[in-house]
């Protein structure tokens, strides 16, 4: 499942996982943990080479259950601080960091072993599992996303949200390294004028029929 940030990936993939009695991993958790680890050690985040250099000594585990998915950077329980805004308005320039990626996708391709599981991120149909047996593009007009985050993120508004977001997608869709774009193969879900259990079911149906 890939998308822009507040096109409904989390809430959807976590919803089809339980329909299914699947896993779950939520990638950017793994890049949001990583970012934190960073900002705790103080690493210069304007210098791609220092993040590169660092950036195999924190151990990050994600839990996959999608009642209730967890992230722990060496045993911390980072669930809370990485939605904090110093982690949202650094993690497109840490992710942007090559080995960065490849470290967190040879991470999540072993966690996402022979499979059963809902995946989502950016890059999961065209990098991390291109052989997925289903994969989905989710989007949503740059209103609705920012409606639907700056009701997540207490005293923001709808306007700064947006303008937060389209920097983030901006930087996610021109990176270099694995950026955002939509796989071979994917359908494309715009999610705007659905609802979370209308769009869980669009995908259930999209399961069904490849099975
Ligand atoms: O999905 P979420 O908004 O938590 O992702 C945070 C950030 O992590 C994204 O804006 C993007 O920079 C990065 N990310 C990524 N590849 C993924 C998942 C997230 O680059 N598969």
Known sequence: MDGPSGSGKSSVSRGVARALGLRYLDTGAMYRAMTWWMLREGVDLGDPAAIAARCAEPSIEPGTDPDGPTIHVDGVDVGGPIREADVTGAVSVVAAVPEVRVRLVALQR??????????EGRDIG?????????KVYLTASPEARARRRSAEVAGSTVEAQQEAMARRDTLDSTRKTDPLS???????????ALTLDEVIAEVLRLVADQA
Do not use: R
């Open 110 to 119: 072993e966690i996402i072993g022979a499979g059963g599981i809902v995946v």
């Open 126 to 134: 065209t990098v991390v599992c291109p052989d997925a047996s289903v």
């Open 182 to 192: 939509m796989a071979a193969g994917a359908v494309e879900l715009d999610t705007t």
